[in-house]
């Protein structure tokens, strides 16, 4: 019964190749974007699963209740007392590593076109071998980390500072001074990790390090901690125990104090739902899996409306076929499974078609952003693996049932009187609302997708185009690395080509996350704002407007408009003068400046204070004359050396520089995802299209060849033929619009600059669907219009 289902199928969709071509490249598009996000969820599930003992891993990560913030902060780091109370008092752990994150090696002389070997490293204890499945290539894992001074690399990063001469026992320095000597080099891991493994430094080398969250909450450092639990170990009742313990050995300090200490399983640090501060590595979130998955499955769905709306169309004209089989003695379900098998056979050929199509489109989806830094390319060879094949099969099976379902149930409720009369193209459940119905959902759903493309696009462009409040164009920005600020910006003031320099603990506008609480009393509301440590030249260099007072200095802050507003100052000069807290400390007003973008533009202008700190100053911002960027930053490359840089010092421009900033990155990297997902949403809605218009055009031949006849110019032939399709692009718009208005309003407004749903962007939309919709129905009322006449008025 199945080979002659299969046969007939093959039949029937040979006989009318023009429908089948259409329904396999628009299920063939659909399916290459699943295959592809497929593939890329199964890779990123696969992080750090490879281990030995992944299944009974954890990394121990804690919630922190600050004094000074109502908000409890999740950390993926505990205080360092933590791995030795696991070691010593859980019982059932069978090992316990140590990391501390990061460090970076001093080789600038290696490799200029790799930026100098910017190599970054973490600290770590021998444990890391008991507790991964990490293997030396060279090297003993019980002595490579076992006493101070001691280093590993991996075999890449081996081969770039030493190529091909053996690295065991050379020297190696560190930026902060320290030195190494290569004791190990990591054989390449059997699968990705989220943990950077280009150095592993020995833990003891770690002497006093930079404040942490830690510091201050408990006096500790902060480290990561990774347990491995035995096999008849309770994971509940070893966390219960271990968050008792350390709650006890860490009193509350400062009003700070441990609120609780989680195991988090090896396998779900990647693609978690959950965000935590201070992450070691890379590790992406559960919601850029979710994002993908749901755009295809909404390219799935228009796809699969896409060949149902075909499926009834086409199937009007076999009601006859229909009957003749029932009236012979074929069931229902015979029939359902006949167009069944239609579907799994299209189903099939699309499935190899989108193999195909996903292969050339990897280059593109290797493109983006988290699939580069993530270190996760797929490639034809990806899209072959057995594994993905089984789920595709799967897919393309549930895709294709899905889709010829609803056809099948339908065509076969034909009645045989009725069908053999050759009447059942006007009965045939055959209710053209229905076919109508699934047209104007294809273009809903691309109409939406078009304006969701255009407003990520246009917000993109706002952020990145955004008034900072300053110069951005003729300012280099200069990240200094271990090189003293002051150095490098009294340098800058004798080059021809600045005209001012200054220092900061980060560019304004590159995030400015609020990290501070300000209070003007205890009896006021505490506002949350960000710190920028600058040195007294910033506000001059930046040409801000100082309102009134003074720039920073020793113990006095100085505060932008927003933050002297929300903090119940009436004027600036109030401000001026009045004590204010900064969390648990004092300090005095001395200026205030006009509003600038202190953070980034997606936030708005949030409230900023300005303090005197030079051991946080981290960035130089260097004012130039225009025309003499390049030859400001050539200079202070060459001047590296002596000016103590380990590596160069490499200035950029700082427009560009903000427009490489992660939100306006990611905005246009989104804006070029959903681009392309309506974009061949929009597709295959089309080819939909253009097969119901061919099947309109068969359907009324030999009306249209009598109208010819009659006298009917082409534009009347055209009107006759567009007017239904017209009428359901026209309705797919008016449900499209205000959907897609209420869905991109509420992402919209998670923007403290954001861009406007107005007629101009939502006309742009519809008339890009409408020039697709046009060709497409265009194409066949110029074939109607070319019809012979003589046929035409035979046809019936």
């Known amino acids: 019964m199945l080979r002659s289902h299969l046969i007939v199928a093959l039949r029937g969709l040979r006989r009318d190749a023009r429908y089948t071509a259409l329904n396999v490249v628009g299920l063939a598009l659909a399916l290459a974007v699943a295959f592809l996000v497929l593939a890329w969820v199964r890779g990123e599930l696969a992080v750090d699963a490879w281990h030995e003992r992944a299944d009974r891993t954890y990394r121990v990560v804690s919630t922190v209740q600050s004094g000074f913030d109502p908000d409890p902060r999740l950390f993926a780091s505990v205080p360092d007392a933590v791995p030795a109370l696991a070691r010593d008092e859980v019982p059932g752990v069978e090992a316990v590593a140590e990391v501390v994150g990061r460090f970076y090696l001093a080789t600038a002389e290696g490799d200029e076109a790799a930026g100098g070997l910017d190599l970054g490293g973490v600290y770590a204890d021998g444990a890391l071998f008991d507790v991964f499945s990490l293997r030396l290539a060279e090297g003993d894992p019980e002595t490579a980390l076992a006493a101070p001074g001691r280093l590993v690399l991996s075999e890449h990063a081996a081969r770039r500072l030493f190529g091909d001469a053996d690295p065991m026992g050379r020297a190696v320095a560190g930026r902060d001074g320290a030195a190494f000597t290569v004791t190990g080099v990591l054989a390449e891991p059997a699968g990705r990790t989220h943990l950077p493994l280009e150095a592993i430094a020995s833990l003891s080398t770690l002497g006093p390090t930079p404040p942490t969250p830690w510091d201050e909450a408990f006096g500790a450092r902060d480290v990561y901690a990774y347990v491995v639990l035995d096999n008849a170990a309770d994971p509940d009742a070893s966390e219960a125990r271990l968050d008792?313990?350390?709650?006890?050995?860490?009193?509350?300090?400062?009003?700070?104090?441990?609120?609780?200490?989680?195991?988090?399983?090896?396998?779900?640090?990647?693609?978690?739902?959950?965000?935590?501060?201070?992450?070691?590595?890379?590790?992406?979130?559960?919601?850029?899996?979710?994002?993908?998955?749901?755009?295809?499955?909404?390219?799935?769905?228009?796809?699969?409306?896409?060949?149902?709306g075909l499926a009834v169309a086409r199937g009007l004209g076999r009601t006859q076929d229909v009957g003749v089989r029932k009236v012979l003695g074929a069931g229902r379900g015979t029939i359902v499974a006949q167009f069944l098998a239609e579907a799994l056979v299209v189903g099939a050929l699309a499935g190899g078609l989108a193999l195909v199509f996903g292969t050339a489109l990897a280059p593109a989806f290797n493109g983006l952003s988290f699939v580069a830094l993530d270190g996760s390319p797929l490639s034809g060879r990806t899209l072959l693996d057995p594994a993905l094949i089984g789920a595709a099969v799967v897919l393309v099976v549930l895709v294709a049932g899905a889709a010829g379902l609803y056809p099948a149930l339908l065509l076969s409720r034909v009645q045989p009187a009725v069908a053999v009369k050759a009447r059942g193209a006007a009965t045939a459940g055959g209710k053209l609302w229905v076919r109508k119905g699934l047209a104007v959902a294809q273009f809903v759903a691309a109409v939406v997708l078009v304006v969701t493309a255009f407003a990520v696009a246009?917000?993109?462009?706002?952020?990145?185009?955004?008034?900072?409040?300053?110069?951005?164009?003729?300012?280099?920005?200069?990240?200094?690395?271990?090189?003293?600020?002051?150095?490098?910006?009294?340098?800058?003031?004798?080059?021809?080509?600045?005209?001012?320099?200054?220092?900061?603990?980060?560019?304004?506008?590159?995030?400015?996350?609020?990290?501070?609480?300000?209070?003007?009393?205890?009896?006021?509301?505490?506002?949350?704002?960000?710190?920028?440590?600058?040195?007294?030249?910033?506000?001059?260099?930046?040409?801000?407007?100082?309102?009134?007072?003074?720039?920073?200095?020793?113990?006095?802050?100085?505060?932008?408009?927003?933050?002297?507003?929300?903090?119940?100052?009436?004027?600036?000069?109030?401000?001026?003068?009045?004590?204010?807290?900064?969390?648990?400390?004092?300090?005095?007003?001395?200026?205030?400046?006009?509003?600038?973008?202190?953070?980034?533009?997606?936030?708005?202008?949030?409230?900023?204070?300005?303090?005197?700190?030079?051991?946080?100053?981290?960035?130089?911002?260097?004012?130039?004359?225009?025309?003499?960027?390049?030859?400001?930053?050539?200079?202070?490359?060459?001047?590296?050396?002596?000016?103590?840089?380990?590596?160069?010092?490499?200035?950029?421009?700082?427009?560009?520089?903000?427009?490489?900033?992660?939100?306006?990155?990611?905005?246009?990297?989104?804006?070029?995802?959903?681009?392309?997902?309506?974009?061949?949403?929009?597709?295959?809605?089309?080819?939909?299209?253009?097969?119901?218009?061919?099947?309109?055009?068969?359907?009324?031949?030999?009306?249209?060849?009598?109208?010819?006849?009659?006298?009917?110019?082409?534009?009347?032939?055209?009107?006759?033929?567009?007017?239904?399709?017209?009428?359901?692009?026209?309705?797919?718009?008016?449900?499209?619009l205000p959907l897609a208005v209420v869905l991109n309003g509420a992402w919209l407004d998670l923007f403290g600059r954001r861009v406007g749903l107005g007629p101009a962007l939502l006309g742009a939309s519809v008339l890009l669907v409408a020039a697709f919709a046009g060709l497409a129905v265009g194409s066949q009322v110029w074939r109607a219009n070319r019809l012979d006449l003589v046929r035409a008025l035979r046809s019936e």
């Open 244 to 308: 008792a313990l350390a709650r006890r050995a860490l009193p509350e300090r400062a009003g700070a104090r441990l609120a609780a200490l989680e195991l988090q399983p090896l396998t779900r640090i990647n693609l978690s739902g959950r965000l935590f501060f201070s992450p070691l590595g890379t590790a992406l979130p559960a919601a850029v899996a979710y994002v993908l998955a749901g755009l295809a499955l909404l390219l799935l769905a228009v796809a699969c409306v896409n060949y149902a």
């Open 458 to 736: 246009r917000q993109a462009s706002l952020l990145t185009d955004a008034d900072y409040g300053f110069d951005t164009a003729h300012t280099l920005v200069v990240p200094l690395g271990d090189v003293p600020a002051e150095r490098v910006t009294a340098w800058a003031r004798s080059q021809p080509g600045v005209v001012g320099a200054t220092a900061t603990s980060r560019p304004p506008g590159f995030d400015g996350l609020p990290d501070v609480w300000l209070q003007r009393s205890a009896e006021t509301d505490r506002v949350e704002g960000t710190t920028y440590a600058v040195d007294p030249a910033f506000v001059g260099t930046l040409g801000l407007l100082l309102v009134e007072g003074e720039g920073p200095s020793g113990r006095g802050v100085v505060l932008n408009e927003t933050a002297a507003r929300a903090l119940g100052f009436g004027s600036p000069d109030e401000a001026v003068g009045a004590p204010v807290s900064l969390d648990s400390l004092r300090r005095d007003v001395v200026g205030v400046v006009a509003d600038y973008q202190a953070g980034t533009a997606a936030l708005g202008v949030r409230p900023a204070v300005l303090v005197a700190d030079p051991a946080r100053l981290r960035w130089a911002l260097l004012r130039v004359r225009p025309g003499s960027e390049g030859g400001v930053a050539g200079a202070l490359e060459a001047a590296s050396a002596g000016l103590g840089a380990s590596t160069p010092l490499r200035a950029g421009r700082y427009a560009d520089e903000l427009a490489a900033t992660g939100d306006k990155a990611l905005l246009r990297e989104a804006a070029g995802v959903v681009g392309l997902v309506a974009g061949l949403a929009l597709a295959v809605a089309a080819l939909g299209l253009l097969a119901l218009a061919a099947y309109a055009v068969q359907r009324r031949t030999c009306e249209v060849g009598v109208r010819r006849v009659l006298g009917a110019r082409p534009s009347d032939v055209a009107r006759l033929i567009g007017r239904e399709f017209a009428a359901l692009l026209g309705g797919a718009v008016v449900v499209a």
